[in-house]
């Protein structure tokens, strides 16, 4: 019993130092949202089906950017028309380091981060409004590491598009279910090593 107890908690340990150098730098993070639930704040909630596939390069240890595509439709609970998104541009994430003030692992397995976007996007309606422009977003996230490189994520995430046509200003939040492959380069594959 006692050796069951001392393997665990050695596994538990070697996953959590192998957690942490997956988000250091030099690596890099390619995932994208599957999920996405619209909760309207000028045209009412409703689905989204979108693929938002992005990658980013950690600059330095728990900070990446890189850039975002998303693609999608879309349809409110009010019975109003499809509508169908579009978008790409840069975006950054910042990883919170457990022990930092305040801030304390949910799980031992997993990370809380931040997430901003801004590039060029737009909206387009079935029944004619559009607004093509500015797209934006910003919100807290949580990734909960499956295997050392692969992490499952929520996003909660304050959207918008601002800009040209018949709608001025189109925002809304979105709660955002997918995935991330951790990609360690050689740096980050020789602090695994060591950690074992």
Known sequence: MKKLILSGI????????????????????????????NFGLNTGGGYNIAIQPKAAYFIKDNVAIGGYVNLGISKV????????????????????????KGVDNLLNHGRWFFEGNVGIGGS??????????LDFGVGPGYSYFITPNIGVE??????????????????????NVGFSIYLPTSKGKQIINEAK
């Open 10 to 37: 050695f596994a538990v340990a070697g996953l959590a130092s192998t957690m942490n150098a997956q988000i250091q730098e030099g690596n890099w993070l390619v995932g994208s949202s599957l999920l996405s639930s």
């Open 77 to 100: 609970t009010n019975g109003s028309p499809t509508r169908f998104d579009y978008a790409v541009g840069g975006l950054g994430r910042y990883y919170l380091s457990p022990g930092e």
């Open 124 to 133: 387009s309606v079935e029944s004619g409004n559009s607004t093509t422009g």
């Open 154 to 175: 929520g996003l909660v995430k304050y959207q918008g598009q601002s800009g040209f046509g018949n709608e001025g200003l189109n925002s809304n939040i979105t709660f």
